[in-house]
């Protein structure tokens, strides 16, 4: 592959004069400061290769010229000429000039055209278009940055593919356009088939329906003749019999006057009796609040009362406790001074009576041998000295235990007895706290029912007041709806009676009479009030029943009482035709329903008598939709009704909604009144009942007040009992605990004392045997003289007399001790004090109930008052019912007789009334045959007047069908409006003379019913066919003319969506060449050049189309792994490896259609130092291989691998002028070891 050379410029941009650029090597490097030239160099390649101005930074091309955007042009002309090596060592030379404002372009000096000097560059694969030779500045980083639909677009820009573009969409447009037409003029032509045979269909049926419309209007005229002769007839015959009725009412009228006089008077006399009752009831409501006020005053005293007895009788048991231990305790005083002074004179006795003895012992000795008992006594004393003293200390610590032990006993005596009083405190205090617990558990259990008690009445007043704000809230409800509604209005007479009269059928006849349709029935919405109306027409009123039986038993009846005449509806004969299902599911038009699914039945018994009243007949929203659903198909027609209640009969009558309709209609609202009203006297009665209900508030206040007083009761006795358990009781515990430890200790002591005497009894026993010894030798003779065995006989029996008299003393002494004790400890406590505040307390209970007592006496005398002012109010209020009861009973006499007045005059008036509207219905039954014919266009034969004088009004009512028994109200026609009628009249000669020879109903409407089954017959053959187009030959001729020309123009667009469709394909496959011829190897090779790029085998680069049939129409996916990172989108790789990555791809689409040299401007700004390194091998390798490369560096890391370098410099001027030297780098390069292994 060849290679670029050279580059001549002269005069071109900041290149002043000739200058040669080169020559070039396989890696050559452009650098020098910024704004010196370097890109002026890349724009004189992209020059001299073709580009265009605009691409040159340029507006113009003559600013190509040196010095000519400053106005300081140096020559009117410049060129760059590339001087291009071939393989065979060939050179082109390629120039292309600026000449004024255009350029001119040469090849080997030789001039040619753009588009051959184009063909010269591609022989030597360099294309300007797709510019694969070059890389301008900053496209890296847009590449990089590139979606997948702009990597689309560049590939169709380099792939040349975008040419197709324009022809591709404009085609594709046309295609889809034709294609349409040709569908619309297929589905047109097979429409026109379907005309065509639906016309045929018209055309043989319209003969046939024009001959049963003729018969059918025969059958009709004789219909009308005979109800119109017999209707006339009968109106004649009945208005005689009406003017002599007329004349008996008016007498028996003046007769009810006077009765209703009567009644008015004594109803007056009763209201006053009434308001009289009423001021009694609202004074005995008042009265009764005073004593349910008083009750628990008077309560609370009685509480207050039984409570403080409770404490009095506590207070007095603890006082007469107090008072015996008081007396006790002095008792027990009186006695121990008594016993201490009895004790002390039995010592004084024993006293004197110890010395008198004493004296007569002494007398037995003379004074010598007492003398000498004494000398001996001193000398032996003198010789037992040591022994005496020693003795004597032993005595003495004995007689100190002595007196120890006895003090001990002491001690241990008054200690028991201290613990025997602290036993029986205790037992005293723990009798009381069970009492004390006994009473709380009593107290509990009461309190606890009458918190039951209180919960149930607090229910119950609850519930009430809830009930008592429902029922308020329903009853004003009900109240605004009737004020809304006009409820409370006056029911009139005559709906009075007729709801009279359907009571006494349904008393009469229970379980076989169920009431008047329109009782037992309701619109689910009032929208639909006056269309159902419409449709039940003399239903609404009729009454249904369950057997034909019954319905001649209650007309039996109704004619015994004189009563108006109704409409019964027998349930076991009704013809009932069963619903269409098919109608339900109608959508057109819309809101569409049928007149039965839109009334609600409150008795499901009542459900066959409302179908045999609505029929299949359809409820619309407007008269359009009726008339639509009537007369809008052939084939199907149906009985409509509109909201505003235009009715629209399948035989083609149609009859409108008017005022009295209206009126008719808002019977639905009179029975949603009536229920109110029963529902408000309902009402009205329960709240009556739930006032004297809330009466039980007072009660719950009463018994609140109640349990407070017992809890607080309980409260003191729960704080006495926690006293005495926790306090008193404790204390009196920890006191005994006290004794007892006390006690535990001094019975130790006693026993060590007793153990140490013991001890020292031996020690003394034995000293006094060595005394003894002693003692003998002294007294020996002595006491042979007095002859006793030794001086201690005489000794012991004086010591005995003294030991003797010391033992009683002491005993004397022991007890008055123990009796000052006791005397002592009881002198200390002070149970006087004790009876005295319990005397206080007992004396304050018995005033504080003496209070209470006379409190309670007071609030019980103000309730007896007040019960018996309430009693004598009560028997006001029973004195005064009695005279309302005695008036009521001559009311009802009076009435009674006024009724039966009433009742002779509305018997003579209903008679009257009922020839009245016999003669209206008979005239209206005329009337409504006229306007039938009128509006059915039925020509009846006239003898006088026209058809025309009959107005068109919306009261037509429907012909008695099934086996209802009717007598139904009659219409009122205004005079005008009759007089006109009288003067037409009808020829009957056309009325057969059997017909007009009938002499009752019965027959007449036999013959009637058979004329009708003939006309319905009519009808139905009519409807089977349904009305035929008269004008279908017409409609034959244009449909074949339309089929014609459809064929013709369904055929032409089939072959001009062909031919589109074939042009197309074509574009579309020579897109999707160039396109794939251009990425097929691109993604072929761009993983491998990215592997080489990364240095690293692990490093992966992907090219996919979103679109495999037709990738140009979507996106194209780049992808690429980072060595050692897992997969990432291109938008989260780090700048450098976006870079490397869109360098792979510019390689890749280089590789695709290599030039023969590669021109790069800064392709390594955006690279840091590692990848530059990667960027720089890879081109050397290239560059070494297959690859001339150009490149436009800023950085030493990337430009010193080069070949050459070509420095680009600034001349100092006043404008830029670039100056270049050259280098050649290859004697300086070292062999270099390429680290990556492939």
């Not at 403080?308 to 305790?329: D, G, I, P």
């Not at 691109?1082 to 090219?1103: P, T, W």
């Amino acid at each position: 592959m060849g290679r670029l050379h050279t580059l001549e410029l002269e005069n071109f941009k900041s290149y002043k004069g000739n200058q040669i650029v080169g020559p070039f090597k396989q890696f050559t490097a452009i650098i020098g400061p910024n704004g010196s030239g370097k890109s002026n160099l890349m724009d004189a390649m992209c020059f001299v290769l073709g580009e265009k101005a605009s691409n040159l930074r340029v507006k113009k091309l003559h600013d190509l010229i040196h010095g000519a955007p400053v106005g300081k042009a140096v020559a009117n002309r410049c060129h760059v000429t590339m001087n291009y090596e071939d393989d065979d060592g060939n050179m082109r030379a390629f120039t292309r000039l600026v000449t004024g404002s255009g350029s001119e372009y040469r090849v080997d000096n030789k001039t040619v055209t753009p588009q051959q000097y184009g063909h010269a560059l591609e022989e030597i694969n360099v294309f300007m278009k797709a510019k694969n030779f070059l890389v301008y500045q900053g496209q890296v980083e847009q590449v990089a940055m590139k979606n997948p639909r702009e990597l689309t677009q560049m590939f169709e820009e380099i792939s040349r593919s975008c040419e197709f573009q324009a022809d591709y969409d404009r085609l594709k447009a046309e295609l889809a356009k034709a294609e349409e037409e040709a569908a619309f003029n297929l589905n047109k032509r097979r429409g026109i088939a379907l005309e065509k045979r639906e016309a045929k269909l018209e055309k043989d049926e319209a003969e046939k329906y024009q001959m049963l419309k003729e018969e059918l209007e025969s059958k009709q005229r004789q219909v009308y003749l005979l109800q119109l002769f017999y209707a006339e007839k009968m109106a004649d015959e009945t208005t005689s019999d009406w003017k002599r009725k007329k004349e008996i009412v008016a007498e028996l009228t003046g007769n009810k006057a006077e009765c209703d006089a009567a009644v008015t008077a004594k109803q007056h006399e009763h209201k006053k009796v009434l308001k009289e009752v009423h001021k009694l009831e609202n004074k005995t409501s008042a009265k009764e609040k005073e004593v349910m006020t008083q009750k628990p005053r008077y309560v609370a005293a009685k509480q207050g009362v039984v409570h403080v007895k409770a404490k009095l009788e506590m207070a007095n048991k603890a006082h007469s406790n107090a008072q015996r231990a008081a007396e006790t305790h002095e008792t027990n005083v009186v006695t121990l001074k008594q016993q201490l002074k009895d004790v002390e004179q039995k010592k004084q006795e024993c006293e004197t009576k110890l010395a008198t003895e004493s004296q007569e012992l002494a007398m037995q000795l003379s004074d010598t041998q007492v003398n000498e008992y004494y000398g001996l006594k001193g000398e032996a004393t003198k010789r037992c000295g040591v022994i005496d003293m020693e003795l004597n200390k032993l005595l003495q610590e004995q007689e100190t235990e002595k007196n120890n032990l006895q003090f001990e006993q002491r001690r241990l005596a008054h200690a028991n007895d201290r613990v025997k009083n602290k036993e029986q405190e205790i037992e005293r205090m723990s009798r009381q706290g069970e009492q004390l617990a006994e009473n709380i558990v009593s107290q509990n259990n009461l309190i606890d029912d009458e918190k039951k008690n209180l919960q149930n009445l607090e229910v119950q007043v609850r519930e009430s007041k809830e009930r008592l704000e429902k029922v308020t809230t329903e009853l004003n409800n009900v109240s605004r709806q009737l004020s809304e509604a006009h409820g409370d209005t006056a029911e009139s007479e005559r709906n009075r009676k007729r709801n009279e009269t359907i009571e006494n059928l349904k008393r009469i006849f229970p379980d076989r009479v169920y009431g008047r349709l329109v009782d037992l029935c309701q619109p689910s919405h009032r929208r639909f009030q006056i269309a159902i109306t419409k449709v039940l027409a003399k239903n609404m009123m009729s009454i249904v029943c369950d057997t034909d039986e019954t319905a001649r038993e209650s007309i039996i009846y109704l004619k015994e009482q004189r009563l108006a005449p109704e409409t019964f509806l027998p349930l076991s004969v009704l013809d009932v035709h069963p619903i269409k299902e098919k109608l339900r599911e109608l959508t057109e038009p819309r809101g569409v329903k049928l007149v039965f699914d839109v009334i609600q039945c409150n008795n499901p018994v009542a459900r066959k008598a409302l179908q045999f009243a609505c029929g299949n007949a359809l409820v619309c929203e407007t008269p359009e939709d009726a008339k639509y659903l009537a007369y809008g198909s052939a084939s199907d027609r149906y009985k409509a009704v509109a909201l505003d209640g235009t009715l629209f009969e399948r035989s083609g009558i149609i009859s409108g909604g008017g005022q009295e309709l209206r009126q008719r209609a808002k019977k639905w609202d009179e029975n949603a009144i009536r229920k109110l009203k029963e529902n408000r006297v309902k009402l009205q009665d329960e709240l009556q009942q739930l006032h004297r209900t809330r009466k039980k508030e007072l009660d719950v206040e009463m018994k609140r007040n109640q349990l407070i007083h017992l809890e607080n009761r309980l409260k003191n006795t729960k704080n006495e009992h926690t006293k005495i358990t926790s306090q008193t009781l404790k204390k009196l515990e920890q006191d005994l605990e006290t004794l007892n430890s006390e006690l535990s200790l001094i019975q130790p002591r006693i026993d060590e004392i007793e153990q140490r005497m013991a001890e020292r009894v031996v020690q003394i026993e034995k000293l006094q045997h060595k005394r003894n010894v002693i003692t003998d030798e002294v007294f020996h003779e002595f006491c042979q003289r007095i002859n006793i065995k030794d001086i201690r006989q005489y000794e012991q029996r004086e010591m005995r007399f003294h030991e003797e008299m010391q033992d009683q003393l002491k005993k004397f002494d022991n007890e008055l001790d123990r009796l000052r004790n006791e005397l002592d400890y009881l002198k200390s406590e002070d149970k006087r004090l004790k009876e005295k505040q319990e005397a206080e307390k007992v004396k304050r209970l018995t005033k504080e109930i003496e209070g209470l007592k006379k409190k309670e006496e007071e609030e019980h005398m103000t309730l007896k008052k007040l019960e018996a002012e309430l009693e004598q109010m009560k028997m006001a209020i029973v004195s005064k019912k009695a005279l309302v009861e005695d008036n009521d009973a001559e009311i009802s006499v009076l009435k009674k007789a006024a009724q039966q007045a009433a009742r002779e005059v509305a018997a003579a008036e209903k008679t009257a009334a009922a020839l009245e509207q016999t003669i209206l219905r008979r005239r209206h039954q005329r009337h409504s045959l006229l306007h039938q014919c009128k509006m059915n266009g039925i020509k009846l034969p006239l003898l006088q007047g026209s058809l025309a004088d009959i107005e068109i009004d919306d009261t037509i009512p429907s012909s008695t069908t099934g086996a209802s028994v009717s007598v139904s109200d009659s219409q009122q026609l205004s005079h005008e409006q009759m007089d006109r009628e009288a003067q037409i009249q009808v020829d009957y000669r056309m009325l057969p003379i059997s017909l007009r020879e009938y002499d009752n109903d019965e027959e007449v409407k036999k013959a009637l019913d058979k004329l009708n089954k003939e006309v319905s017959d009519s009808q139905a053959k009519i409807s089977r066919i349904s009305a035929p187009n008269l004008k279908a030959k017409e409609r034959m001729e244009i449909v074949k003319e339309k089929e014609a020309e459809t064929t013709e123009e369904c055929e032409l667009a089939r072959k001009k969506a062909r031919k589109i469709r074939l042009l197309f394909e074509k574009v579309k496959t020579d897109r999707y060449h160039l396109f794939h011829e251009c990425f097929e190897p691109v993604s072929q090779k761009i993983d491998d050049i990215y592997k080489k790029l990364s240095r690293n085998e692990s490093a992966q680069a992907f090219l996919g189309e979103e679109n495999m049939e037709e990738p140009y129409l979507e996106g194209i996916a780049y992808n690429c792994v980072a060595p050692g990172k897992r997969f990432r989108p291109m938008d989260n790789l780090s700048g450098g490896e976006k870079t490397v990555a869109a360098l792979a791809l510019l390689f890749a689409i280089h590789a695709r259609s290599p030039s023969p040299f590669f021109i790069l401007d800064e392709v390594d700004a955006a690279l840091d130092n590692t990848n530059i390194g990667k960027v720089a091998n890879f081109i050397c390798e290239r560059a070494r291989v297959d690859m001339q490369l150009i490149v436009i560096s800023l950085k030493e890391e990337f430009y010193n691998k080069a070949d050459a370098i070509i420095g680009i410099y600034p001349h100092p001027s006043s404008y830029t002028v670039s100056g270049m030297l050259t280098l050649d780098l290859t004697p300086y390069k070292q062999p270099q070891s390429d680290s990556y292994i492939e």
